[in-house]
């Protein structure tokens, strides 16, 4: 995601702005190989699932040109979790490198320590988007049943992580960040 966008959408989430998204298909250009900048189409669950997993994304408006396209829209609803999963599909693709990004997408779950690591990085990087620690941010993060203080920076979570993330560094980051 452009970073001017995900600050917007850090800052509607610090400040409880419900967002909603339009052209989650990038107008279909994203369910087309040969039209995705990406170079690799996605499926219609996982361009909606990427869209609602963004920060104070609220609601996601699919267009449609047709009944069966607006079923296979609502099927989203239905689908599991593989179906809506984007990481492997972002971590391949040709066109667009997202190693070292997050993408908060839990491949790295289950930690030893039952730490949320997408959550702590992602309330992390709403911080540093801020330069600083919001409240609301500071409060979310103190609500999570583990904090990044608790890591025992074992790696296995790196193990796991598509993206390359180095997920150590940013749990001692977290831990400097809310001081647990």
Same mark, same amino acid.
């Given at each position: ?55 104070? %994304? #609220?609601? @996601?408006?699919?267009?449609? $040109?047709? &009944? +069966? ?47 949320? %690591? #997408?959550? @702590?990085?992602?309330?992390? $990087?709403? &911080? +540093? ?47 400097? %960040?809310?001081?647990?």
């Amino acid at each position: 995601m452009d970073p001017e966008r995900q600050r917007l959408y850090e800052t509607c989430q610090r400040l409880g702005v419900g967002i909603t998204v339009m052209k989650c298909f990038g107008g279909g250009d994203l369910l087309d190989a040969k039209l995705s900048p990406a170079g690799a189409a996605l499926t219609v669950n996982q361009c909606i699932h990427y869209a609602l997993t963004r920060p104070a %994304v #609220a609601t @996601v408006l699919a267009g449609a $040109h047709s &009944a +069966e396209q607006f079923l296979t829209s609502l099927a989203y609803e239905d689908a599991g979790d593989a179906e809506r999963d984007y990481a492997a599909a972002f971590a391949s693709f040709p066109r667009i490198r997202w190693q070292g990004h997050c993408m908060y997408c839990s491949h790295c779950a289950p930690c030893p320590q039952k730490i949320s %690591v #997408a959550d @702590v990085t992602k309330f992390l $990087h709403l &911080a +540093e988007a801020q330069k600083g620690v919001p409240e609301t941010v500071r409060e979310h993060y103190a609500l999570l049943p583990h904090h990044a203080g608790e890591c025992v920076q074992c790696g296995v979570c790196e193990t796991r992580c598509p993206f390359g993330v180095d997920v150590r560094a940013n749990m001692r980051k977290a831990k400097e %960040v809310f001081g647990y």
